[in-house]
């Protein structure tokens, strides 16, 4: 049986934050790891600090909350074809839906697939569309 990675006590030095965030994320890596997608300054400086990172290709691209949408969407239309190439969908998933505008769409906004978010939310959570 598997234990839970320990956490990382309020007060503890921020010395050990590294070596502890490095050890989750090697946690939650495997051999079925496609690509990394970094999420926002923090998943970047996260990635980057990873020294233990596996090798397969790695995206950095604005968060979905990011306030530049201009930036937001450049980025995003950018690198989702490179994404494409090298995740592979998820059973029943669709690579070749359209890819982003220069403005957003009621299109754009599809709901989460309920197996890609926690247990217990509520079912309207992921659905803004």
Same mark, same amino acid.
């Given at each position: 049986?598997?234990? %839970?990675?320990?956490? =990382?006590?309020?007060?503890?030095? !921020?010395?050990? /934050? #590294? @070596?502890?965030?490095?050890?989750?994320?090697?946690?939650?890596?495997?051999?079925?790891?496609?690509?990394?997608?970094?999420?926002?300054?923090? %998943?970047?400086?996260? =990635?980057?600090?990873?020294?233990? !990172?596996?090798? /397969? #290709? @790695?995206?950095?691209?604005?968060?979905?909350?990011?306030?530049?949408?201009?930036?937001?969407?450049?980025?995003?239309?950018?690198?989702?074809?490179?994404?494409?190439?090298?995740?592979?969908?998820?059973?029943?998933?669709?690579?070749?839906?359209?890819?982003?505008?220069?403005?957003?769409?009621?299109?754009?906004?599809?709901?989460?697939?309920?197996?890609?978010?926690?247990?217990?939310?509520?079912?309207?959570?992921?659905?803004?569309?």
């Amino acid at each position: 049986m598997r234990r %839970a990675a320990p956490r =990382l006590a309020v007060g503890q030095p !921020a010395a050990r /934050v #590294p @070596a502890w965030r490095n050890h989750l994320l090697d946690e939650i890596t495997g051999p079925e790891l496609q690509a990394i997608v970094a999420f926002g300054a923090n %998943a970047r400086a996260a =990635l980057h600090l990873w020294d233990t !990172a596996p090798q /397969v #290709p @790695a995206f950095e691209i604005p968060h979905p909350s990011a306030h530049d949408t201009a930036n937001l969407l450049d980025r995003w239309r950018t690198e989702l074809p490179n994404i494409r190439q090298v995740v592979r969908p998820d059973p029943g998933g669709d690579a070749t839906e359209p890819n982003y505008g220069t403005t957003f769409t009621e299109s754009d906004y599809a709901p989460v697939p309920p197996a890609d978010l926690p247990f217990g939310l509520p079912s309207w959570v992921g659905d803004d569309s």
